[in-house]
């Protein structure tokens, strides 16, 4: 059974810096991509990062050179690592994975199969 369990959320000031992680079973690295999304109400899930299968990274324009995804595979957690946060990061944000024999952008949350349960960031101003 896959499971994807987030944590590392919280309250932050503008300027200052989160890590998030996500503790992932029933699944490998070696099989799966991985993403954070995040998502505001009324609003659709946006792609943040992406880590492929072979270590390949992608960012969304929004947050290139202030957010790093990485992951550690030997206790099986992926992190994002936010740095100099804005106001406009406060979302929910998700972790996900997806087989690396699917297709489709990396950015489109329909893709993915399996999706933690979120954890909230909010940056105050």
């Known amino acids: 059974q896959v499971q994807l369990v987030e944590s590392g959320g919280g309250l932050v000031q503008t300027g200052g810096s989160l890590r998030l992680s996500c503790t992932t079973s029933?699944?490998?690295?070696?099989?799966?991509?991985m993403a954070w999304f995040r998502q505001v109400p009324e609003k659709e899930r946006e792609g943040v990062a992406w880590?492929?299968?072979?270590?390949?990274?992608a960012y969304g324009d929004s947050v290139k050179g202030r957010f790093t995804i990485s992951r550690d595979n030997d206790k099986n957690i992926l992190y994002l690592q936010m740095n100099s946060l804005k106001p406009e990061d406060t979302a929910m944000y998700y972790c996900?994975?997806?087989?690396?024999?699917?297709?489709?952008?990396?950015?489109?949350?329909?893709?993915?199969?399996?999706w933690g349960q979120g954890t909230q960031i909010t940056v105050s101003s």
């Open positions: 996900a994975a997806r087989h690396r024999t699917v297709s489709g952008r990396w950015s489109s949350a329909s893709t993915y199969g399996y």
């Open positions: 880590l492929a299968w072979h270590g390949g990274t």
């Open positions: 029933g699944i490998t690295g070696a099989n799966y991509h």
